[in-house]
């Protein structure tokens, strides 16, 4: 919003663990079955011939230069790492990282077996400012025009040879080779008249990349892709930047590195043509259950936010102008043990991270982004569960295979049990409309209930048990799960009887007369009992004094405390095209959320529209609109200086936070959908102070 991170890996091991996985993943793809009174034709596309095409990344290439120790007149004044997440330069607030450009390239195809060779060039905007930390200089602060050093670079391009599987429409590939990049680092200090000099140093880097991609054919001409590589250009070695005047000055000096990680978005124009494999779904109606699932999903989301008005910025403020790119992959494994009993496993890459690190926005809006954000591909296994399903007889229904489902036939009526790890969202306030950031909406008030507190870790998962009883004109379910640690902690308590949280929801489902087509009510409710703080204690403690920061004293004070709340939910079809969504939610308010995000009240609605009407089925129109509030506590919270989950200005001039969505989803073929967002925020983080903020954003969705 899973246990211990996993332990720490070089870029390089991350980077080869990417393209063995995707590499597993390609060779334990089954082959489609052909019809055996028919010449059978390929399960998959044949890539040989040359290519051409386009590519880019906004926000998504991280890590571009490290420093080295600086030297100031002999004396080393601090150990400026740029680019870091977690270092005082933070990704998407200062630096500005885009890449961009050209590729070109040749492949040879045996069978499904591809090798090939590509080269690409790029143009660069790869800028890592440092702050100074200079005594009688200045520092970020004082002086916010000013850094001591910032490196940049312009120009990126490598030579890489491809090594790939093709399977029905797609392309799935480890890469490697060499790669190189220029370079400028300036220093920039007072001239001793009241005026600044500078000081540049160019330069050069060449070493090595390793990488892995997937591309999917979209046209006989064309084809999209997501390209990961991991750079490491090598050490520039110490060199000199000029004289700083003045006492605390002398000869300055320092060393950089340049690796990076880069997730890119391609075009690919395929000249001389490609003959595509029957569609999937026609396979798949000839090919013959089994016991097995495997199928997996690729989504990249690219979201920018040009200047609004922001006279003042808090630790946890939405930042101007600036862009930013998540990517995941996942894979769904699943396995029929016996019969009404079923395994999964969901393993996960995710790089990238939200807009200001996602965060400034309650109703934030990049649903794909984590809190467990990374710069590099960053594998976790964020589902393990089992299934086991006690059919009570009657009438039955077939299931087909997919995401996370064995093809099996059960009872309408049943008693459904799920154990292990998973989302809450995978059984709980479902909607067809407006439920999956990775499909639909964005904003995360308008794809789910925004005051519902779930429990979960920072990529949005729990473990416990989950039961469900279904019938035809209902459901009822419930679940038990641990929750995290203390707010926004990424370990969950193993506490589970002291400290746990509780969903029950009631799913009716009906035909309205007067329209003739099917809908569902959800009505939910939710207690959780996590270490959380008390508004209304915090900020009296701050404000009699026995703490400086009302933050202190939420971590200070933080105990077992209960947070109640529910939810309603309805999704209505009018026509056979259009849909209508709602959902209103509340929780007490008196306490810290511990999961999700920070809003009290929420109200949200829209419509969803398929495009028969313009001869494109495949196509979907979203709006959607939010309001989100909070309580008297927790604005006092805020007030103070608190801060949240996702927000804290420092101070607060109190609004409701309300946004508007549109989205147009281009269904390019039946696995790939290209979607254009825009969404209106009034009041980011309840502050009349700040905004009102534009974003702008664009999604590639790949299911296989």
Not at 23 to 44: E, I, K, R, T, Y
Not at 60 to 68: D, L, M, N, P, Q
């Amino acid at each position: 919003m899973t246990t211990c991170p996993p332990p720490a890996r070089s870029p390089a091991r991350a980077a080869l663990g990417a393209a063995a996985s995707l590499a597993w993943f390609a060779l334990n793809v089954p082959a489609q079955a052909a019809d055996p009174g028919a010449p059978a034709p390929a399960a998959f596309v044949d890539w040989s011939g040359g290519y051409l095409g386009l590519q880019g990344s906004a926000g998504a290439s991280y890590g571009a230069f490290t420093f080295a120790p600086t030297r100031i007149g002999g004396r080393t004044v601090a150990p400026f790492k740029t680019g870091d997440a977690t270092g005082s330069n933070d990704i998407g607030r200062d630096a500005t990282t885009a890449v961009g450009g050209v590729f070109g390239g040749w492949n040879w195809q045996t069978g499904p077996w591809l090798v090939g060779l590509e080269v690409d060039i790029n143009a660069a905007n790869l800028k890592r400012p440092v702050p100074s930390t200079v005594p009688g200089f200045g520092t970020e602060a004082t002086n916010p025009a000013f850094s001591l050093i910032r490196a940049k670079s312009d120009l990126y391009g490598s030579v890489r040879g491809r090594l790939g599987y093709s399977f029905e429409n797609s392309l799935v590939y480890a890469s490697f080779g060499i790669a190189g990049a220029n370079a400028r680092v300036i220093a920039t200090y007072p001239d001793g008249a009241g005026g600044l000099a500078t000081a540049q140093r160019d330069l050069g880097f060449l070493g090595f990349t390793l990488g892995a991609g997937l591309q999917v054919a979209v046209h006989p001409n064309l084809a999209l892709g997501i390209d990961y590589r991991y750079a490491d250009l090598g050490s520039s070695g110490s060199f000199p930047l000029g004289t700083l005047p003045g006492p605390a000055g002398g000869p300055v000096s320092t060393a950089t590195r340049f690796t990076a990680h880069q997730m890119m978005a391609r075009l690919i124009w395929l000249p001389s043509g490609l003959r595509l494999p029957p569609e999937a779904e026609e396979a798949a109606e000839a090919a013959e259950r089994t016991r097995y699932s495997l199928h997996g999903q690729a989504t990249l989301l690219a979201q920018g936010v040009p200047g609004f008005r922001s006279p003042y910025r808090g630790e946890q403020s939405l930042v101007p102008r600036q862009a930013q790119q998540t990517t995941t992959a996942t894979l769904f494994l699943g396995f029929k043990l016996t019969e009404g009993t079923e395994l999964y496993y969901n393993p996960e890459f995710s790089q990238g991270f939200g807009l200001s690190r996602t965060l400034g926005v309650a109703g934030f809006v990049n649903g794909e982004a984590q809190k467990a954000g990374a710069p590099f591909p960053k594998l976790r296994s964020n589902r393990y569960f089992v299934r086991q399903t006690f059919n009570l007889g009657g009438e039955t229904e077939d299931v087909p295979d997919g995401p996370n489902q064995v093809a099996t036939t059960r009872s309408v009526e049943r008693l459904t049990v799920v154990a292990g790890k998973f989302a809450l969202g995978d059984f709980f306030d479902g909607n067809v409309y407006a439920h999956d950031p990775r499909v639909d909406f964005f904003n995360w008030a308008i794809w789910g209930a925004a005051a519902w507190d779930f429990p979960a870790n920072l990529p949005g998962f729990t473990q416990g048990v989950m039961v469900e009883y279904n019938r035809k004109e209902f459901a009822l379910r419930a679940a038990y799960t641990q929750v995290p640690k203390q707010p926004s902690s990424d370990v969950l308590d193993p506490r589970v009887f002291e400290r746990g949280g509780l969903t029950v929801e009631f799913e009716g489902r009906h035909t309205l007369p007067v329209l003739d087509r099917p809908g569902k009510l959800r009505i939910g409710l939710f207690s959780n009992v996590g270490n959380t703080a008390n508004f209304r204690q915090v900020v009296a403690l701050t404000q009699a004094g026995l703490f400086d920061d009302v933050n202190d004293a939420a971590s200070l004070t933080r105990r077992p405390r209960r947070k109640s709340g529910a939810y309603i939910n309805l999704e209505q079809a009018i026509t056979d095209d259009l849909g209508l969504f709602a959902r209103a939610s509340v929780n007490d308010g008196r306490n810290e959320s511990l999961s999700f995000t920070d809003i009290d009240r929420s109200v949200s609605g829209g419509l969803s529209l398929k495009g028969s009407a313009w001869g494109r089925p495949g196509d979907t129109v979203g709006l959607g609109t939010s309001r989100n509030e909070i309580s008297p506590s927790h604005r006092a919270f805020f007030a103070t200086g608190g801060l949240g989950l996702l927000i804290g200005d420092g101070r607060l001039n109190y609004a409701p936070e309300r946004a508007v969505e549109a989205f147009y989803a281009l269904g390019l073929t039946k696995a790939v959908t290209m979607t254009f967002n825009y969404q209106h925020v009034e009041n980011p983080a309840y502050n009349r102070d700040r905004g009102p903020a534009d974003f702008f954003g664009g999604r590639l969705h790949v299911d296989f």
